[in-house]
């Protein structure tokens, strides 16, 4: 499986952006996809995954309700983040990730991945 991130750059507090995860390869039912991110001095969290039938959704708790994870309906093989009223302190690199076996118990883990695309640039600006 190959990952390609896109779709971050420079926004105003208070923006949007979606950012897209292009997912090439063999998938399964059983495969899920997963956005992380990392800030400059901080670790790698886990931000949203959606299985590849998108019947279950996760999402980091301090992000529901401004983030919102999608596969698309039409082409199937991208992912999205909607990103919206975006914050200073969402700023970080943002990866996309997947594995093929799903797991209720590592879907919020970065160890429940295991392919993962370059990052893409997400800037808030105050």
């Known amino acids: 499986v190959q990952l390609q991130a896109s779709g971050g750059g420079l926004v105003q507090a208070g923006g949007s952006l979606r950012l897209s995860c292009a997912v090439s390869g063999r998938t399964f039912s059983s495969t899920a996809v997963g956005w992380f991110r990392q800030a400059p001095g901080k670790e790698r969290e886990f931000v949203a995954a959606i299985t590849w039938s998108s019947s279950m959704l996760y999402y980091a708790d301090s992000l529901k309700g401004r983030f919102t994870i999608s596969r698309d309906n039409a082409a199937k093989n991208t992912v999205y983040l909607q990103m919206d009223s975006l914050k200073p302190e969402d700023t970080a690199v943002y990866y996309c990730?997947?594995?093929?076996?799903?797991?209720?118990?590592?879907?919020?883990?970065?160890?429940?991945?295991?392919?993962w695309g370059q990052g893409t640039q997400v800037t808030v600006s105050s």
């Open positions: 990730a997947a594995d093929d076996a799903f797991s209720r118990q590592t879907v919020t883990s970065r160890r429940g991945y295991a392919y």
